[in-house]
Structure formats: C-alpha cells, structure tokens
C-alpha cells in the first residue's frame, strides 16, 4: 500500500533500513525512529554496532541506560571501592551520581555496599564499547521546493555539528531521468536515498560524506536568512559528543522503530497489524490507511476500545488483540539485539 503521509512513508523507510542496511565493516545494526537531543531530532536513526559487544550490551537488558547511569557504569571498579574514589568528577553535584548508583543496583547493574557512612560500589559486568557509527536520515516523502529549503538548514547544522557519522535524507522517487531532489539547495555532505515506498526499496544516488564525529562540532545557533551577516554558533566538545553519541544509541536500543504502538490506540478495534512485500505495518480499517500517530488517540471519532470479552480471550490474544500487537512488535524488535531473544 503506497503512504498517504510521512509517518507512513517513515516506516517504510525503516522497514527498507532494517532490511537492507549493510554495514562496510561487517559491523551489526539496528533501527530506531524519532530520536535525537533537545535541539535536533532525527526521523530515522541505524545504529550500527560491534556484533559481539551488541551481545555484551544485552546483557545488561532491553531498557536504554541515560547519561548519568552511564557516566556510574562505564568508570565502575572492578572491586570494591567507595565511589567518589572509583568515579571521575561528573560536573554537577554528588547526590545526583548517588541516584544513579541506587538506580543501577536496582537494575542489577551495579554491586553496592555500605562500610560506615560510605557507599562502595564494584561493577557487575564491563560495560562494552558497542557503538561504532551513527545515520541520522531526514524524511521527506514529497520534496518541494519550499520544504527543500526548510530541510537545508536543518541538515547543514547536522553537518557542522557531526553528532552523526552521516546524515541522508529520504525522498520518494519520482522516475525522472535527473531526480528533482538532486536539483536542490542540500549540502553536499549530505547524501539522497529515492524510496519506492510501494516495493520497500530505495536507492542511494548521492553519498553522503563521513563527518568528524571524534573532533569538536560546530552548533549553529543563529543564521540570519534576510541579510548577509554573520551566523552565530559555538563551538562543541567532543566528549560532549561522544556521550550524547552513546545516550542517544542506548534510547535507540531499547525503543527501535516499532515503539509506535506505545503512543497509538492498539486496543481500538479498528487498529490492525498488516503485511506485504515492504513489511508490517499498522492499518486502521475505519479510515482505511495507515493512522497517523497525532491522530490515533481516544479522542479520535473512530475509536472503539476492545469489547472486554476480547480481553479475557487465551492465548494467542491473551489479554485481547491489542495486547497481542504490542507483544509481536516488540519480539520483532527484540530479534534485532543479539542476545535478548535468548
């Protein structure tokens, strides 16, 4: 079924992804959706991976670590000793890290102690080094050129802040013998993917370039679009931007590109899981398409929740059809993390 809106054509660009991605190095990867940092947010997101620290990341569990848990799991000791000792400065105040620390434990990712008044901490597990390169892909199913030249800032401060390895963007192809978004104002490191969202394919007719993601980025604060004066930006540190780096790999972890269902109305009667040859994809059978996610809500005319009889239902829809949805989704999530299917 050819998407009617751009969280449809999202989807088949991360069906596409995780279908086709093949990493040069021969590294893993996985797909994630709406993710980023406060001032940027990415459509598509492929993590791509060492195979055998993916395998090593899985067992610490499918929830996603944050940057304070990280900055507690990655310098943890391996035998006992107080924390303020074991840990480097974080920055901002100690009762913060103490948080963190009980926060871990609880996820049975530390060891903690008391002896006196003091907190020991020693680490579980090494926390491995996993991550090789993020893709950030921008979508933009129908390119004009107005949103060609609304998309070209957001890409060139990609660029100039290199949070990610590469960055695309995703359009769908029209057939022309020159594909008009080749015609565009885009930055030249920035590379195109023309989608067949009807067939799940796409092609790569511009690469992009690969970004200094280990030096300083530049944040493009201001870039004043109505005269000729200078931008204003800042300079980012790089190990700033290998923590955000790791934070966001670790959300993609968890959530990959299926966690529409958390957001949606998968208990509505009207809601659907159905398939062809670009994938599965969720399909509302009073409007007749693929929901939009802004519009998949209680307050949709449609809605209808789930008889309770659906819910008292056995196996396989135990719990209701809803229930048994959001399941499948996530056990075709979790088949993409080596190790967490066992």
Not at 136 to 165: G, H, M
Request: net charge negative; hydrophobic share 35%; aromatic share 8%.
């Amino acid at each position: 079924m050819a998407p009617d809106s751009e969280f449809a054509f999202e989807l088949r660009v991360c069906q596409w992804a995780e279908r086709a991605w093949e990493p040069a190095d021969g590294s893993g990867a996985f797909v994630a959706r709406q993710l980023g940092t406060k001032h940027r947010r990415w459509d598509t997101v492929v993590v791509e991976c060492d195979p055998d620290g993916l395998r090593e990341r899985a067992k610490f569990g499918a929830e996603a670590f944050d940057s304070d848990l990280l900055h507690v799991l990655r310098n943890a000791p391996a035998d006992w000793t107080y924390y303020r000792d074991a840990l480097p400065d974080p920055g901002y105040p100690w009762r913060y890290v103490r948080e963190s620390i009980h926060e871990a434990a609880d996820r049975d990712a530390l060891d903690t102690r008391k002896r006196g008044n003091r907190i020991q901490i020693r680490r579980v597990r090494p926390y491995p080094d996993w991550l090789r390169r993020i893709v950030a892909i921008e979508n933009k199913p129908d390119l004009t050129a107005s949103a060609a030249r609304d998309l070209a800032p957001q890409l060139e401060r990609d660029v100039a802040l290199s949070l990610a390895d590469e960055v695309w963007v995703a359009t769908a192809a029209t057939g022309e013998r020159v594909e008009p978004v080749l015609l565009t104002d885009m930055p030249a490191a920035a590379g195109v993917l023309t989608v067949d969202p009807e067939r799940g394919t796409a092609d790569e007719v511009w690469q992009p370039r690969s970004l200094s993601v280990d030096d300083p980025g530049t944040r493009i604060l201001d870039r004043p679009a109505d005269d000729h004066s200078a931008a204003r930006f800042e300079y980012v540190d790089p190990d700033w931007k290998r923590e955000r780096r790791l934070a966001i790999a670790e959300r993609a972890y968890e959530r990959g590109w299926r966690a529409y269902a958390d957001t949606m109305r998968p208990d509505c009667r009207h809601f659907q899981l159905r398939a062809d040859e670009t994938g599965v994809y969720p399909y509302c059978a009073a409007k007749e398409r693929v929901p939009r996610v802004a519009e998949c809500r209680g307050a949709c005319p449609s809605y209808e929740p789930e008889p309770p009889a659906w819910r008292s239902m056995g196996w396989p829809l135990d719990g209701g059809p809803g229930g048994a949805i959001k399941r499948l989704l996530d056990r075709r999530r979790r088949r993409q993390r080596p190790g967490l299917q066992e």
